[in-house]
Nanobody, 125 residues
Framework: QVHLVESGGGSVEIGGSLRLSCAAS????????MAWFRQAPGKDREGIAA???????TIRDSFKGRFTISKDNAKNTLYLQMNNLKPEDTGIYYC???????????????????WGQGTQVTVSS
């Protein structure tokens, strides 16, 4: 089992930045893939970026250049740095985790068993 707690959301002006954190806790020795998702109002959940146990990262094209995923293994914390934020970035951001290999369709979210409670991000003028 993996327990996830997101933080760092808030209200920011257009063009601003936020760094989201996801603190993970699990039994010693467990390794798991982690990823960031978001759900905008009235829209389906979408995958943003993933961090594999190998240290490799993947980020979806629509977020490249503005969002960066990273992880501090010593703190068991996953980060999402978001720059040049736009109103369409408004939504609830979720951290997810699961054991095993990262699926090619990870961005659908169906392969992640563990989810945080989400943190709200609001971008406005």
């Amino acid at each position: 089992q993996v327990h996830l707690v997101e933080s760092g959301g808030g209200s920011v002006e257009i063009g601003g930045s936020l760094r989201l954190s996801c603190a993970a806790s699990s039994a010693p020795g467990n390794t798991y893939q982690m990823a960031w998702f978001r759900q905008a109002p009235g829209k389906d959940r979408e995958g943003i970026a993933a961090f594999e146990t190998t240290g490799e990262t993947t980020i979806r094209d629509s977020f490249k250049g503005r969002f960066t995923i990273s992880k501090d293994n010593a703190k068991n914390t996953l980060y999402l740095q978001m720059n040049n934020l736009k109103p369409e970035d408004t939504g609830i951001y979720y951290c997810a985790a699961d054991f095993g290999w990262l699926s090619h369709s990870w961005y659908e979210g169906n392969h992640f068993a563990y989810w945080g409670q989400g943190t709200q991000v609001t971008v406005s003028s």
